[in-house]
């Protein structure tokens, strides 16, 4: 029988993001409970995030959930790395079951493929964007260059595509002189299934993204590999599985 991962979304509607059964097609169950979070700013995180804990007990009650992830990256990061550490604990306290966040996802992520150097491309306002730079140095990681769309509105941000954030990415590698060892993708809300075969050839370094690397970090949590051809270098370093 399948173990069930609950995944807490940002956007308003309970639909499971398209890169969870796009990595795992088979494996493990998906579902989601949304925060109804509008905007990517300060005030609109803060009001948000106050009802995780009531969303994680859902989704252990409800659906039976074995772990669960909440998917925004920003929700996690804006308040630094303990109040990101802290969010874990009150998702396992409230669910008792094992919990990761988008931020540890990435940050994971990146020191996965090795990374120690990186290059940021965002959805985020530049206030925003200083939150996740303080977050990737307190983690060990110097950033030689973030860069954002400038975006608050998250119906605005769903409806990027994947050519604009491939070029995202190709343009925080440019930026950063080329001498990044990773890039990172930072937004749940942009596409990023097809991103690591998009990019990844083309630069000849690991790409990381929020919407894929949430869904991987989640699914290590059943003791699961992550692996998955999608994710390009993140994929071949994860474990043994190939999905």
Known sequence: ????????????????????YGLYPEGVRFTARSLALEALTIEGYSEAIERVAALARELRDDEGADAIALMGTSLSFFRGTGFNDDLISVIEEASGVPA???????????????????????????IVNRKLEQFLVDA?????????????AVETIRAVGADVVADLALEADRMAGGEADAILVSCGGLPALDLAAAVEPRI??????????GVWAAVRLLGMSGESRALGRLGQLSGAAVF
Do not use: N, Q
């Open 100 to 126: 990761t966040t988008m931020s540890s996802a990435v940050r994971d992520a990146l020191r996965t493929v090795g990374a120690r150097k990186v290059a940021v491309g965002t959805a985020y306002s530049a």
């Open 1 to 20: 029988m399948s173990m069930t991962i609950g995944l807490i979304v940002p956007p308003a509607g309970d639909a499971v993001p398209p890169e969870a």
């Open 140 to 152: 060990g990681f110097e950033v030689l260059h973030i860069g954002g769309l400038d975006m608050t």
């Open 204 to 213: 000849g370094k690991p790409v990381v993204a929020s919407a894929t690397a």
